[in-house]
Protein backbone atom coordinates (compact mmCIF):
# COMPACT_ATOMS: atom_id res chain seq x y z
CA UNK A 1 0.00 0.00 0.00
CA UNK A 2 0.92 3.84 0.10
CA UNK A 3 0.79 4.44 3.40
CA UNK A 4 3.25 4.61 6.50
CA UNK A 5 1.33 2.21 8.87
CA UNK A 6 1.88 2.12 12.76
CA UNK A 7 -1.02 0.69 15.19
CA UNK A 8 -2.86 3.66 16.67
CA UNK A 9 -2.38 2.80 20.94
CA UNK A 10 -0.21 1.42 22.94
CA UNK A 11 -0.40 1.43 26.92
CA UNK A 12 2.76 0.97 29.09
CA UNK A 13 3.84 0.41 32.79
CA UNK A 14 6.03 3.48 33.95
CA UNK A 15 9.34 2.17 34.41
CA UNK A 16 8.55 -0.43 31.79
CA UNK A 17 10.05 -0.36 27.86
CA UNK A 18 7.56 1.11 25.18
CA UNK A 19 8.23 -0.43 21.71
CA UNK A 20 6.03 1.09 18.99
CA UNK A 21 6.36 -0.62 15.46
CA UNK A 22 5.79 1.11 12.25
CA UNK A 23 5.71 -0.76 8.22
CA UNK A 24 6.75 1.87 5.58
CA UNK A 25 6.38 1.19 1.92
CA UNK A 26 9.89 2.88 -0.01
CA UNK A 27 12.49 0.80 -0.28
CA UNK A 28 14.30 3.81 -1.49
CA UNK A 29 13.53 5.72 1.41
CA UNK A 30 16.28 7.67 2.65
CA UNK A 31 15.56 8.54 5.72
CA UNK A 32 13.23 7.45 8.55
CA UNK A 33 12.17 9.21 11.59
CA UNK A 34 10.38 8.80 14.82
CA UNK A 35 8.44 12.24 16.08
CA UNK A 36 6.89 13.11 19.32
CA UNK A 37 3.86 15.21 19.83
CA UNK A 38 3.02 16.29 23.36
CA UNK A 39 -0.85 17.69 23.39
CA UNK A 40 -1.24 21.04 22.45
CA UNK A 41 1.85 20.92 20.57
CA UNK A 42 3.37 20.59 17.39
CA UNK A 43 6.02 17.57 16.19
CA UNK A 44 9.12 17.47 17.58
CA UNK A 45 11.60 15.36 15.90
CA UNK A 46 13.44 12.47 18.27
CA UNK A 47 15.39 10.46 16.20
CA UNK A 48 16.26 9.44 12.91
CA UNK A 49 18.20 6.99 11.01
CA UNK A 50 19.80 6.27 7.46
CA UNK A 51 18.39 3.51 5.10
CA UNK A 52 21.86 2.28 5.38
CA UNK A 53 22.16 1.58 9.61
CA UNK A 54 20.44 -1.39 11.03
CA UNK A 55 20.29 0.06 14.57
CA UNK A 56 20.86 3.39 16.30
CA UNK A 57 20.80 4.21 19.67
CA UNK A 58 20.43 7.42 21.67
CA UNK A 59 20.20 7.42 25.80
CA UNK A 60 16.66 6.02 26.48
CA UNK A 61 15.59 5.47 22.44
CA UNK A 62 16.60 2.54 20.30
CA UNK A 63 15.74 2.35 16.97
CA UNK A 64 15.62 -0.63 14.85
CA UNK A 65 15.42 -0.72 10.81
CA UNK A 66 14.78 -3.95 9.04
CA UNK A 67 15.20 -2.93 5.72
CA UNK A 68 14.00 -6.43 3.69
CA UNK A 69 10.70 -6.28 5.94
CA UNK A 70 10.40 -2.39 5.72
CA UNK A 71 9.85 -2.57 9.77
CA UNK A 72 10.98 0.65 12.12
CA UNK A 73 10.55 0.44 15.59
CA UNK A 74 11.19 2.34 18.45
CA UNK A 75 12.09 1.17 21.99
CA UNK A 76 11.76 3.58 24.86
CA UNK A 77 13.53 2.40 27.75
CA UNK A 78 12.55 3.05 31.46
CA UNK A 79 9.44 4.78 30.11
CA UNK A 80 8.38 7.72 31.96
CA UNK A 81 5.38 9.75 32.35
CA UNK A 82 6.54 12.52 30.54
CA UNK A 83 7.04 10.35 27.33
CA UNK A 84 3.19 10.14 27.08
CA UNK A 85 2.45 11.53 23.99
CA UNK A 86 1.55 10.51 20.03
CA UNK A 87 4.43 9.49 18.33
CA UNK A 88 4.60 9.42 14.56
CA UNK A 89 6.84 7.38 12.04
CA UNK A 90 7.71 8.74 8.79
CA UNK A 91 9.73 7.85 5.87
CA UNK A 92 11.63 10.05 2.83
CA UNK A 93 9.67 9.51 -0.50
CA UNK A 94 10.14 11.43 -3.24
CA UNK A 95 11.04 15.14 -1.94
CA UNK A 96 8.21 14.68 0.75
CA UNK A 97 8.20 13.35 4.44
CA UNK A 98 4.91 10.51 4.61
CA UNK A 99 4.10 10.04 8.25
CA UNK A 100 2.40 7.60 10.12
CA UNK A 101 -1.30 8.23 11.86
CA UNK A 102 1.00 8.51 15.07
CA UNK A 103 1.00 5.89 17.95
CA UNK A 104 -0.68 7.28 21.16
CA UNK A 105 1.71 5.86 23.90
CA UNK A 106 -0.22 5.95 27.19
CA UNK A 107 1.49 5.22 30.43
CA UNK A 108 0.26 3.28 33.40
CA UNK A 109 1.00 4.03 36.80
CA UNK B 1 11.94 25.92 20.78
CA UNK B 2 12.40 24.45 17.72
CA UNK B 3 13.09 27.66 16.16
CA UNK B 4 10.72 27.94 13.22
CA UNK B 5 7.92 30.37 14.12
CA UNK B 6 4.31 30.74 12.53
CA UNK B 7 1.54 33.37 12.76
CA UNK B 8 -1.09 33.54 13.72
CA UNK B 9 -1.26 30.86 16.39
CA UNK B 10 -5.15 30.77 15.92
CA UNK B 11 -7.46 31.67 13.67
CA UNK B 12 -11.48 31.59 13.07
CA UNK B 13 -12.97 31.77 9.99
CA UNK B 14 -15.95 31.43 7.68
CA UNK B 15 -16.66 29.32 4.96
CA UNK B 16 -16.18 31.33 1.41
CA UNK B 17 -13.22 33.30 3.29
CA UNK B 18 -9.86 33.64 2.82
CA UNK B 19 -6.79 33.24 4.91
CA UNK B 20 -2.51 33.52 5.17
CA UNK B 21 -0.71 31.68 7.10
CA UNK B 22 3.51 32.41 7.64
CA UNK B 23 5.61 30.71 8.60
CA UNK B 24 8.97 31.88 8.98
CA UNK B 25 12.03 28.81 9.17
CA UNK B 26 14.96 28.36 11.49
CA UNK B 27 17.88 30.57 10.38
CA UNK B 28 19.95 28.69 7.66
CA UNK B 29 17.47 26.27 6.70
CA UNK B 30 16.56 26.46 2.88
CA UNK B 31 13.48 23.81 3.16
CA UNK B 32 10.05 24.84 4.31
CA UNK B 33 7.36 22.30 4.23
CA UNK B 34 3.95 22.74 4.85
CA UNK B 35 1.69 20.09 6.95
CA UNK B 36 -2.23 19.69 7.71
CA UNK B 37 -3.37 17.44 10.82
CA UNK B 38 -6.97 16.94 11.36
CA UNK B 39 -8.88 14.36 13.28
CA UNK B 40 -9.73 12.20 10.40
CA UNK B 41 -6.48 12.49 7.84
CA UNK B 42 -3.89 12.69 10.20
CA UNK B 43 -0.79 14.54 9.11
CA UNK B 44 -0.93 15.13 5.66
CA UNK B 45 2.46 16.25 3.36
CA UNK B 46 0.72 19.45 1.51
CA UNK B 47 3.67 20.91 -0.10
CA UNK B 48 7.88 21.27 -0.13
CA UNK B 49 10.00 24.56 -1.25
CA UNK B 50 13.78 24.56 -1.48
CA UNK B 51 15.22 28.15 -1.71
CA UNK B 52 12.50 29.50 -3.05
CA UNK B 53 11.42 26.74 -5.56
CA UNK B 54 8.38 24.22 -5.13
CA UNK B 55 9.99 20.74 -4.58
CA UNK B 56 7.33 18.33 -4.61
CA UNK B 57 3.77 18.11 -3.89
CA UNK B 58 1.49 16.36 -1.91
CA UNK B 59 -2.27 15.90 -1.27
CA UNK B 60 -2.73 20.04 -1.67
CA UNK B 61 -6.06 21.38 -3.11
CA UNK B 62 -6.28 23.04 -5.79
CA UNK B 63 -7.86 25.96 -3.60
CA UNK B 64 -4.40 25.91 -1.42
CA UNK B 65 -1.62 27.96 -2.80
CA UNK B 66 1.74 28.43 -1.35
CA UNK B 67 4.96 30.11 -2.19
CA UNK B 68 8.45 30.60 -0.52
CA UNK B 69 9.62 34.52 -0.46
CA UNK B 70 13.58 35.73 -0.85
CA UNK B 71 13.96 36.07 2.19
CA UNK B 72 13.26 32.38 2.90
CA UNK B 73 10.05 32.91 4.83
CA UNK B 74 6.61 31.18 3.38
CA UNK B 75 3.08 31.68 3.37
CA UNK B 76 -0.03 29.19 2.81
CA UNK B 77 -3.00 30.58 1.25
CA UNK B 78 -6.30 28.86 1.69
CA UNK B 79 -9.44 30.37 -0.02
CA UNK B 80 -13.01 29.47 -0.63
CA UNK B 81 -12.81 28.19 3.21
CA UNK B 82 -14.76 24.75 3.75
CA UNK B 83 -15.89 23.90 7.29
CA UNK B 84 -13.85 20.28 6.46
CA UNK B 85 -10.31 22.66 6.49
CA UNK B 86 -10.68 23.16 9.90
CA UNK B 87 -7.33 21.69 11.12
CA UNK B 88 -3.82 22.80 12.82
CA UNK B 89 -1.35 23.65 9.83
CA UNK B 90 1.94 22.55 10.27
CA UNK B 91 5.12 24.45 8.87
CA UNK B 92 8.41 22.20 9.16
CA UNK B 93 11.99 23.44 7.95
CA UNK B 94 15.18 21.59 7.25
CA UNK B 95 18.89 22.73 5.77
CA UNK B 96 18.58 20.56 3.05
CA UNK B 97 16.23 18.31 0.87
CA UNK B 98 14.69 15.76 3.47
CA UNK B 99 17.22 16.23 5.97
CA UNK B 100 15.76 16.86 10.03
CA UNK B 101 12.63 18.74 9.76
CA UNK B 102 12.01 20.94 12.83
CA UNK B 103 8.60 21.88 13.29
CA UNK B 104 6.96 25.43 13.88
CA UNK B 105 3.65 25.28 17.01
CA UNK B 106 1.55 25.73 13.79
CA UNK B 107 -1.71 27.55 13.44
CA UNK B 108 -5.34 26.22 14.18
CA UNK B 109 -7.75 26.98 11.50
CA UNK B 110 -11.55 26.57 12.85
CA UNK B 111 -14.05 27.78 9.75
CA UNK B 112 -17.47 28.18 10.86
Redesign the interface.
Known sequence: GEDVEQSLFLSVREGDSSVINCTYTDSSSTYLYWYKQEPGAGLQLLTYIFSNMDMKQDQRLTVLLNKKDKHLSLRIADTQTGDSAIYFCAESRDDKIIFGKGTRLHILP | D?GVTQTPKHLITATGQRVTLRCSPRSGDLSV?W?QQSLDQ??Q?LI?YYNGEE??K?NILERFSAQQFPDLHSELNLSSLELGDSALY?C?SSVG??????????TRLTVT
Not at chain 2, 97 to 106: E, N
Open positions: SYYGLFHRAGFADLGQQYFGPG
